[in-house]
């Protein structure tokens, strides 16, 4: 190999590095943004949780509004009987 040749070489490598520094620093960038997205995801999920759970707290539960439904339906009945 002539020192030209080596040369050249040493440029052509040292362009590969700077490409593939280059081309790390955009996949780096990119997973940086991916985990900022997921953190984001995962707040909005937890935020979601929490509402939900204060819904399903702040509801009336089903058989005790069907035990008050049936009560009155049987005071109208005695009613009706008693007349």
């Given at each position: 190999?002539t020192p030209?040749?080596?040369?050249?070489?040493?440029?052509?490598?040292?362009?590969?590095?700077?490409?593939?520094?280059?081309?790390?620093?955009?996949?780096?960038?990119q997973?940086?943004?991916?985990?900022?997205?997921?953190?984001?995801?995962?707040?909005?999920?937890a935020?979601?949780?929490?509402?939900?759970?204060?819904?399903?707290?702040?509801?009336?539960?089903?058989?005790?509004?069907a035990a008050?439904?049936s009560?009155?339906?049987l005071?109208?009945t005695?009613?009706?009987l008693?007349?």
């Amino acid at each position: 190999m002539t020192p030209t040749e080596s040369g050249q070489l040493l440029i052509e490598l040292e362009r590969l590095r700077g490409t593939v520094d280059a081309g790390f620093a955009r996949v780096d960038g990119q997973l940086a943004l991916l985990v900022q997205r997921g953190d984001q995801t995962d707040k909005q999920l937890a935020d979601h949780e929490a509402r939900l759970d204060a819904l399903e707290k702040s509801r009336w539960p089903l058989p005790s509004l069907a035990a008050l439904v049936s009560l009155g339906a049987l005071g109208a009945t005695l009613y009706q009987l008693a007349r």
